[in-house]
């Protein structure tokens, strides 16, 4: 990794890590929110950014995890880190077994199947038959965990830092799986489905595991949402929950890793703030704040700051100066180094 590079992740993650000692407790939970946002829209992005799969049914997935750590902690008595990967594995399991029908349907068909399945969960959720466990209703309440005995931090604060640290792995997890032969094989999917087959690609065999791992990721997202919050009830995971893991993940970039973090924090924080601007009508400046992005983000924050990065790289005097090659006089000497053509 450049030096550049290395230095500017060391400043963010040390930023990250200082914030919750600089806020208070309920900037520390929007916070530790969006990052749990972030998750479940990362991934979202590898099922719709890399592989070309429309979703708008990840929040049921998301309900999902968050029922499967809300069961395993009231009522089999489970610690809260032993839920992340267990609803991890549900998770995969079920986005496995719903990408084997949805590899018949592509484009806006497989955006109404996944909509379908948003649409049925909450009606799921609250039948008469699961009530025992998920509560109906009236859903299922969760004490918040305590940080470890003798650190100097609040409840919030050390969920922050779990949230925080759960959310690294998977970023580098992704991060490996994305930049290597599964992610190229992934884009060539998403651009080509028919040259992808035609290279030898096993395009069902990718495709299930694809709608796997994403839905693993926003399983675990879900797990961390509903320790975080305390509460998990069917009409908190409603299909408009699925419609806002895709705004978030327009917004923050498609195809972008990062960009899953500005997205969930544009998730968690923007309608708080226009609710701040009119109590009156909070989702008419949501709508305008979204317009206001996209027209000046068409590609999302992250692109937006990839662009610009690449515009100072080109305007700084270490890469501005034209490539120089030693070029050959008459006699056989070489020339002092003159500009390139190429």
């Given at each position: 990794m450049p030096t550049g590079r290395a230095l500017a992740l060391a400043a963010v993650l040390i930023g990250a890590g200082a914030l919750p000692m600089l806020l208070g407790d309920y900037r520390t939970f929007q916070?530790?929110?969006?990052?749990?946002y972030a998750i479940a829209i990362l991934?979202?992005?590898?099922?719709?950014?890399?592989?070309?799969?429309?979703?708008?049914?990840?929040?049921?997935?998301y309900a999902l995890g968050a029922y499967t750590a809300a069961i395993m902690i009231t009522q089999g008595g489970v610690a809260y880190y032993w839920t992340l990967p267990v609803a991890g594995a549900v998770g995969f399991g079920a986005g496995f077994l719903f990408g084997f029908p949805a590899l018949r349907l592509q484009g806006l068909y497989l955006a109404l199947a996944t909509f379908a399945l948003a649409v049925a969960t909450p009606q799921i959720l609250k039948s008469s038959h699961l009530a025992a466990w998920t509560g109906g209703v009236q859903g299922i309440v969760i004490l918040k965990p305590d940080p470890p005995a003798g650190l100097p931090l609040s409840a919030d604060q050390w969920l922050y830092y779990v949230t925080l640290a759960v959310l690294a792995v998977l970023l580098?997890?992704?991060w490996n799986l994305l930049r290597g032969r599964s992610g190229r094989a992934l884009e060539a999917i998403r651009d080509n489905p028919i040259a992808a087959a035609a290279m030898g690609i096993d395009l069902a065999l990718y495709k299930t595991l694809t709608f796997g791992i994403s839905a693993a990721y926003t399983?675990?997202?879900?797990?961390?949402g509903a320790i975080v919050i305390q509460?998990?009830?069917?009409?908190?995971?409603?299909?408009?929950?699925?419609?806002?893991l895709l705004?978030?993940?327009?917004?923050?970039?498609?195809?972008?890793?990062p960009g899953a973090i500005f997205g969930g924090l544009f998730v968690e924080l923007v309608p708080n703030l226009a609710e701040q601007i009119s109590k009156a009508a909070p989702w008419a400046i949501y709508g305008a704040f979204l317009i206001a992005f996209m027209y000046v983000m068409p590609y999302g924050v992250w692109g937006l700051m990839r662009s610009l990065f690449q515009r100072l790289r080109r305007k700084s005097p270490a890469t501005s100066r034209l490539r120089q090659v030693p070029a050959?006089?008459?006699n056989g000497r070489s020339k002092p180094w003159e500009p390139s053509d190429h």
């Open positions: 916070l530790t929110l969006a990052l749990v991934g979202l992005n590898i099922l719709t950014g890399y592989n070309g799969q429309v979703s708008l049914g990840h929040g049921a997935f580098i997890g992704a399983s675990i997202a879900g797990a961390l509460f998990v009830a069917p009409d908190s995971f409603t299909v408009f929950l699925s419609i806002t705004v978030g993940l327009v917004v923050g970039g498609l195809a972008s890793i050959p006089a008459k």
